[in-house]
């Protein structure tokens, strides 16, 4: 009993003396930045009381690690609407209350871009990713998920790349009818997103409109893999070639991720690749991926 206690005394002595390591920042609903703000680790995560807006004249930098919470009730419409310019490269966005209408909204004149960095809902009721509005801003190498539209192109020249794209409803929404560049995704399967017209075979979320998706990614970048180990066996060899040519004829498993099977990196896997494996190998051929690295 005495011993119970003197740990429980202890416990609470560490509660006293070692304050909570996890700072927080509460940003006020309706809150506008006219000055550039940089949002740190140090002070994360950022709880959004509401949305927020980034004036014509402001940039926001996001750092590496910063955690964003849309956790507002009193806007219906909420997020970070971006007028100037956001900079936010590997943090993490979380709607952790559904009305917001997205996370964050690129409008008419905004720039910049949201590099490696995870959006999602928490919320029974999932809303959008990213809305661009006239905006050149760019989505690159993010994984999107929980997200009723991941992408939302309302209008403007987006640059959408790299990203690791799940969602409810559809992946992107391109509700203009000029082109919209998305080249190089993950769709959330091999044979790419669902497009009506465009990819009617396509088992992975849905795109909508004047998209050029083609080619798509094979396999979620997030995902760790050796290009040309098709067999995971962290080796490149000709195991490798073997597992391919069973796979392409015989109907052998799939290298997983597919695209580990890509060795020369033409966004298929098929014959081409056993052959350019068996070249590296023992003809001196270049190294699998070697050519788009
Ligand atoms: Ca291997
Ligand atoms: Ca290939």
């Not at 409008?107 to 959006?119: A, E, H, K, P």
Request: glycine share 8%.
């Amino acid at each position: 009993m005495r011993l119970f206690s003197i740990l429980a005394m202890a416990t609470l002595m560490i509660h006293v003396l070692i304050p909570d390591s996890a700072a927080q920042t509460t940003v006020p609903a309706g809150k506008i930045f006219y000055s550039n703000e940089i949002w740190s680790p140090a002070n994360s995560p950022y709880i959004l009381s509401g949305s927020i807006r980034i004036s014509a004249s402001a940039t926001l930098i996001i750092q590496p690690g910063v955690t964003v919470n849309c956790h507002g009730f009193d806007d219906a419409d909420g997020g970070i609407y971006v007028d100037g310019r956001l900079e936010a490269q590997s943090c993490t966005f979380v709607g952790t209350i559904s009305y917001f209408s997205q996370l964050i909204s690129f409008r008419t004149g905004s720039s910049g871009f949201v590099d490696d960095c995870q959006l999602s809902f928490t919320t029974t009721i999932k809303k959008d990713g990213v809305r661009i509005e006239s905006s050149n801003a760019t989505v690159s190498n993010c994984i999107l998920f929980n997200l009723n539209n991941a992408l939302f192109v309302a209008s403007g020249t987006p640059t959408i790349a790299g990203n690791s794209i799940s969602a409810l409803s559809r992946g992107l929404v391109n509700s203009t009818t000029s082109l919209v560049m998305a080249e190089q995704n993950w769709w959330s399967s091999p044979s790419g997103p669902f497009h009506a017209t465009l990819n009617p075979s396509g088992t992975g979320c849905v795109v909508f409109g004047n998209v050029d998706f083609v080619p798509w990614l094979l396999s979620d970048p997030h995902v760790p893999y050796v290009c040309g180990d098709a067999n995971g066996d962290a080796a490149v060899d000709i195991s490798d070639a073997v597992y391919l040519i069973a796979y392409i004829f015989s109907g052998g498993p799939a290298p997983n991720p597919l695209a580990a099977g890509d060795a020369n990196c033409d966004a298929a896997v098929d014959i081409s690749d056993a052959v350019y494996l068996i070249g590296y190998i023992f003809s001196g051929g270049p190294a699998p991926c070697n050519s788009c690295k």
